[in-house]
């Protein structure tokens, strides 16, 4: 179980101090959790802070009830955290196989086998360099195997959306469903995308470094859809 307990950022702003989170608070039990609102609301930084990319200026973070506000991205990993970046990093000189060899915790991963579960061909990707050479959507669909390979127990997506096309994207909502099936873990997805927000357990909304609503998507997922302003914080990148 992952846990929240008032939370805020701040960052230098041009020699003033923002504040990106204000007190964030929600708890994640299990399943498939969505995390949508509009642009600049605060998600992204949300994301990072869990991942251990960011720090949170007060508050905690627990992990099955330990405090891991003050570890590392690393020491969160060892424990089982994974965290897909909203832009994929490129490894100059790694390839995809190397890649996919050292996130799993196996000895012989099936590589062939994950890379297909991400719509990539394996022998036109294991030996090929994660550099300038793939495009955004192809190094999205690399970084979704690596975490694929880790079955880590919480995962983080940051619009995993964004660069794939549509048959990839309806291969990726079943990779999801997969992933949750097969690892029994939490998933936290940030995004924007109806089919996604549509197959999580529940939604939280996030405006303005706010928690503006949470709930289950029964709950959530009607005023989304609907007209107006709760409408705008789904819409604007569909």
Not at 78 to 96: D, E, H, M
Not at 182 to 209: C, F, P, T, Y
């Amino acid at each position: 179980m992952l846990e929240l307990q008032n939370v805020s950022c701040f960052v230098d702003d041009e020699h003033e101090e923002k504040e990106i989170l204000k007190n964030i608070s929600f708890k994640v039990d299990d399943g498939f959790v969505a995390i949508t609102g509009p642009n600049g609301g605060g998600k992204s930084t949300l994301a990072k802070i869990i991942a251990g990319i960011m720090k949170p200026t007060s508050g905690k973070i627990l992990l099955d009830g330990t405090d891991i506000t003050d570890m590392s991205i690393t020491e969160r990993a060892n424990l089982g955290i994974s965290y897909a970046f909203q832009q994929p990093v490129r490894f100059k000189g790694l390839t995809v196989k190397d890649l996919i060899k050292l996130a799993s915790k196996e000895n012989t991963p099936d590589i062939c086998g994950i890379l297909s579960e991400v719509g990539l061909c394996a022998k036109d990707y294991i030996n090929r360099e994660i550099n300038a050479s793939l495009s955004g959507g192809e190094l999205k669909r690399i970084e979704i195997a690596m975490i694929l390979a880790r079955g880590t127990k919480f995962s983080i997506f940051d619009e995993p959306e964004a660069g794939i096309d549509l048959w990839s994207f309806q291969s990726l909502i079943r990779v999801f469903e997969k992933m949750h099936e097969k690892n029994n873990g939490q998933i936290l997805i940030i995004s924007h995308q109806e089919r996604i927000l549509n197959i999580a357990d529940s939604i939280i909304v996030v405006a303005n470094g706010e928690i503006r609503e949470i709930g289950t998507r029964d709950e959530i997922l009607p005023g989304l859809l609907g007209t107006g302003a709760a409408c705008s914080a789904l819409t604007e990148k569909m």
